[in-house]
């Protein structure tokens, strides 16, 4: 069974820092492309971060480069969204999602596998 589990969410201040984890199993993702995505209260899911198969390629959303940084662990089957300088309006719930045609892309329909999702709050 495919799974994918989100970590590391949690409460923090503005300007903190949370590092989260996304841990694939049931089958070897080192070929699929990997992203971050959010869905803040009463809006939609949309794109954080995303990373292709091998880590050539990685694109942001405008609101969090700089500050984000995604990355794929050495065994290609976790992936990870170091969040730093964190504001309010970064609070969400954020999910990892998988792509098995291993090309990077932002589309949230392109990806197969998702996660539950992890809550995290920025306070003021």
């Known amino acids: 069974q495919v799974q994918l589990v989100e970590s590391g969410g949690g409460l923090v201040q503005a300007g903190g820092s949370l590092r989260l984890s996304c841990a694939a199993s049931?089958?070897?993702?080192?070929?699929?492309?990997m992203g971050w995505f959010r869905r803040a209260p009463g809006k939609e899911r949309e794109f954080v971060a995303g990373?292709?198969?091998?880590?050539?390629?990685?694109r942001y959303t405008d609101s969090v480069k700089g500050r984000f940084t995604i990355s794929r662990g050495n065994t290609k089957n976790a992936v990870y969204l170091q969040m730093n300088s964190l504001k309010p309006e970064d609070t969400a719930v954020y999910y990892c999602?998988?792509?098995?045609?291993?090309?990077?892309?932002?589309?949230?329909?392109?990806?197969?596998?998702w996660g539950q999702g992890t809550q995290v709050t920025v306070s003021s």
């Open positions: 999602a998988a792509d098995r045609d291993g090309g990077l892309t932002t589309t949230i329909s392109d990806y197969n596998y």
């Open positions: 049931g089958r070897t993702f080192s070929n699929y492309a």
């Open positions: 990373i292709n198969w091998n880590g050539a390629y990685i």
